[in-house]
């Protein structure tokens, strides 16, 4: 049913997106903070990590539509409890990157960039050496996955300024 609803909303815009717009190409690099919060719903786990980032994007718009390259570095602390113990402070890190497209639709004042792509992110936790107050040993965690990422943006200028939304409709992982 997810898919349907995804081609109907690619099927509309495409109508909109039907006038011939001028090539642009964007860089950008930026740094954001973010939390991430971790709960296993019939365990008794609740992971909490909080990172500082590096980003990086290219995109490529040309008559109505749009290709990207999207990645992110992120490294941070995980705070972890369980029926294990508790253990603060555990070095992390996640890399993300991704291959979007999408449509480049004119709307209101500024532009709509509905899309879908292929996302590969990696994460990895260093609890190796360490104990829980409880005494039990952590250890190295890696975790690969794939994922396709559906959502859109919205960007509009002002003056010398270029505002930007993002939303993630759907990320289903692999």
């Not at 690099?29 to 919060?37: F, I, S, T």
């Not at 996640?94 to 209101?108: A, Y």
């Not at 960039?113 to 990895?124: A, N, S």
């Not at 190295?140 to 993002?166: C, E, K, L, M």
């Amino acid at each position: 049913m997810q898919r349907l609803c995804v081609l109907c909303l690619a099927g509309v815009f495409s109508g909109l997106a039907a006038g011939g717009a001028l090539a642009d190409n964007r860089f950008t690099v930026g740094v954001e903070g973010l939390h991430d919060r971790y709960q296993e719903p019939n365990a008794t786990v609740d992971i909490s990590t909080y990172y500082g980032s590096v980003t990086g994007s290219y995109e490529h718009t040309a008559n109505g539509y749009f290709s990207a390259l999207d990645a992110r570095y992120s490294q941070g602390n995980e705070y972890y409890k369980s029926d294990s113990g508790t253990l603060n402070g555990e070095p992390s890190l996640e890399t993300d990157i991704r291959v979007r497209t999408g449509l480049d639709v004119k709307m209101w004042h500024g532009h709509l960039m509905p899309y879908i792509g292929l996302g590969w992110r990696y994460y990895f936790d260093q609890g190796k050496g360490r104990q829980t107050n409880l005494g039990n040993l952590a250890y190295d965690r890696h975790i690969s996955q794939f994922y396709i990422p559906i959502g859109g943006t919205y960007r509009f200028s002002q003056g010398d300024w270029n505002f930007a939304g993002v939303m993630l409709l759907l990320g289903a992982a692999a």
